[in-house]
C-alpha cells in the first residue's frame, strides 16, 4: 500500500496493483479499477516515485524470504 493526501488533507493508503490510471491537471487525479476516482494532493512524479518505492520493497521481501537455493 502506499500513503497518499486528498485535497482535504486526510490521510489514506491505497493499493497500486488497483490504480487504472492517473493524470495531473493541475491535480493529480487517480482513477482506480473499480472506477473510483480520487484526486490527490501528491504530484504525478511523487506519486509514481511512491509506486516504484513500494514496488521495491515487494521485490526485496520476496527475495528475503527466497532460499539462496531456489533461486
Known sequence: M???TRLDH???AV???LIERVHEA???????VDGRVYNVEESLDEL??????YRARV????AALTPANEV
Do not use: Y
Open 2 to 4: 502506499i500513503t497518499l
Open 26 to 32: 493541475p491535480d493529480t487525479t487517480l482513477h482506480m
Open 59 to 62: 521485490l526485496a521481501a520476496a
Open 15 to 17: 493499493n497500486p496493483d
Open 48 to 53: 509514481i516515485a511512491r509506486i516504484v518505492a
Open 10 to 12: 486526510s490521510r489514506f
